[in-house]
C-alpha cells in the first residue's frame, strides 16, 4: 500500500496527492496566493521564494502523522529563514544596516603577536586555499577568538564569559508547527555549560572558505533560537549578537528585543583585520555590559532602554544619518545626531509628530 497522501497510476507509477484538511491555514493561504502569482511577470521569481514551503509539505505528505523537527540546515535563503521564526529583515533595506561607530573607545585592534603569527603562517599556507572543509577555518577563527578573550576584561561582571563549541540549541516555529534543531558552531555564554542556551550573548557560525554569506539563513534561525529561550527564562535584555566568517570575510548581526535584524556588510580579513577586531572586541565588550539584563534580579541600570542607548552610542542602527531615542523623565525622545565630539554627539530634539509616527512603525515592525 503507498502510504498516505500519496495514489498510483496504472503503470504503477506514484502521484503526489495533497488533501487540504491535512494542512494548516498557513499553508493554504500560500498555495491560494499562486493563482495570483501566475498573472505576474515576475511570478516565478516570486515562485522561488515558496521553495521552502513546497519541500515541507512534500515531506508531509509521505509522513503526515509526524510530529517531525527540521534541521537549521534544512533553510537555504534568507527569506524562508526569517519567516520561519518570524524575524523582520529584509536584505536589501538600508533600516537593516548595522555599522560600526568610529570613536576614541574602540580598540587598536591589533592581535597579539602569538596569534597574528600564528594566522599569519596558516592563511599563507597553499594548504588553506585548498581546504574545501570548515575545519581550516575554524582553526583561524579558534584562534582569535583565544587572543581576544584573553584581552577581554570581564572581572566586574556578574559572571565570566564561556566560550562554548558545538551547542545544540532548538526553537518552534509557530508559522510551520513545527520544531526546528541545529547545533551553533560556538556559543559565547554567562552559563556554565551547553544547556544554559538562556545565557548567551554571542552565537558565531563558521562556513568553508568562500562560503560565508551563505550561513545567514542559518544565524537568523540561531539568533531568534537564543532569543526565545532567553524569553522564556524571563530574561529582561533578550538581543542577541551573531558573527558569521569563513575566517577570509567576517559578517556581524544584531537581533533587536523587537525581533528585527541589523546586519553589516562583509569585512574582509586581507583588508580590513583591523576593524573586524574592532568589531568583535567592541561585541564582547558589550556582552559584558549586557550581564546586568541576563538575569532579573542583578541591581544597578536595569532599564533596557538604557542599554539601547548605550548600544547606539557605538554602532549605526540603519542609515547613518540614524537618531538615538534617550529615556528621560519616564519618556521616550528621539534626537538626530548631528556630528560626533570626540566620545559624545551632538544631537537636536526631532520633531514631535515625526517621532510619534516613527515609534509607532517601529511597534508594528517588531
Known amino acids: 500500500m503507498p502510504p498516505r497522501g500519496q495514489k498510483r497510476l496504472h503503470d504503477g507509477r506514484s502521484i503526489l496527492h495533497v488533501d487540504p484538511a491535512n494542512l494548516k491555514s498557513e499553508e493554504l493561504e500560500v498555495l491560494h496566493s499562486l493563482e495570483t502569482i501566475w498573472d505576474d511577470p515576475n511570478g516565478l521569481e516570486k515562485l522561488r521564494t515558496f521553495k521552502w514551503m513546497f519541500d515541507l509539505l512534500l515531506s508531509a505528505c509521505k509522513s503526515p502523522a509526524a510530529d517531525f523537527t527540521v534541521p537549521a540546515t534544512f533553510f537555504d535563503s534568507v527569506i524562508a529563514a526569517k519567516e520561519a521564526v518570524g524575524v523582520d529583515y529584509h536584505q536589501h533595506g538600508p533600516q537593516h544596516d548595522w555599522q ?28 588553506y586555499e585548498r581546504s574545501e572543509s570548515e575545519s581550516i577555518c575554524r ?66 557560525e563558521a562556513k568553508r572558505l568562500g562560503s560565508a554569506q551563505s ?38 548581526a544584531h537581533l533587536d528585543s523587537h525581533r528585527k535584524l541589523f546586519v553589516s556588510r562583509p569585512h574582509s580579513w586581507h583588508s580590513e583585520k583591523v576593524k573586524i577586531i574592532q568589531w568583535i572586541d567592541r561585541l564582547l565588550a558589550d ?24 548600544l547606539d552610542q557605538g554602532y549605526h542602527f540603519g542609515p547613518q544619518d540614524a537618531s538615538v531615542e534617550i529615556f528621560e523623565n519616564q519618556t521616550i525622545r528621539r534626537y538626530a545626531i548631528n556630528r560626533a565630539l570626540g566620545s559624545g554627539y551632538l544631537v537636536a530634539p526631532m520633531d514631535d509628530a515625526k517621532h510619534d509616527n516613527e515609534l509607532e512603525n517601529t511597534n508594528h515592525s517588531g
Open 287 to 310: 556582552a559584558i555590559h549586557a550581564s546586568p539584563h541576563t538575569t532579573p534580579v542583578k541591581g544597578g541600570n536595569t532599564s533596557l532602554m538604557a542599554y539601547r542607548n548605550f
Open 215 to 252: 550561513g545567514l539563513p542559518q544565524l537568523i534561525i540561531y539568533l531568534a533560537a537564543v532569543q526565545d529561550r532567553r524569553k522564556q527564562t524571563g530574561k529582561r535584555n533578550c538581543s542577541t549578537f551573531g558573527i558569521l566568517s569563513d575566517s577570509s570575510l567576517f559578517i556581524f
Open 139 to 204: 582553526t583561524v577563527i579558534d584562534v582569535i577568538f583565544c587572543d581576544r578573550l584573553n584581552y577581554l576584561d570581564d572581572h566586574n561582571a556578574d559572571r565570566q564569559l564561556n566560550w562554548f563549541p558545538e551547542m545544540s540549541i532548538s526553537t518552534r516555529s509557530n508559522l510551520l508547527g513545527k520544531t526546528i534543531q541545529g547545533k551553533v558552531d560556538w556559543c559565547l555564554s554567562h552559563g556554565n555549560n551547553k544547556t544554559e542556551v538562556d545565557t548567551t550573548l554571542v552565537v558565531l
Open 100 to 127: 560600526l561607530r568610529e570613536s576614541s573607545d574602540l580598540s587598536d585592534g591589533r592581535l597579539s603577536q602569538w596569534a597574528d603569527e600564528c594566522i599569519t603562517a596558516i592563511t599563507t599556507s597553499k594548504y
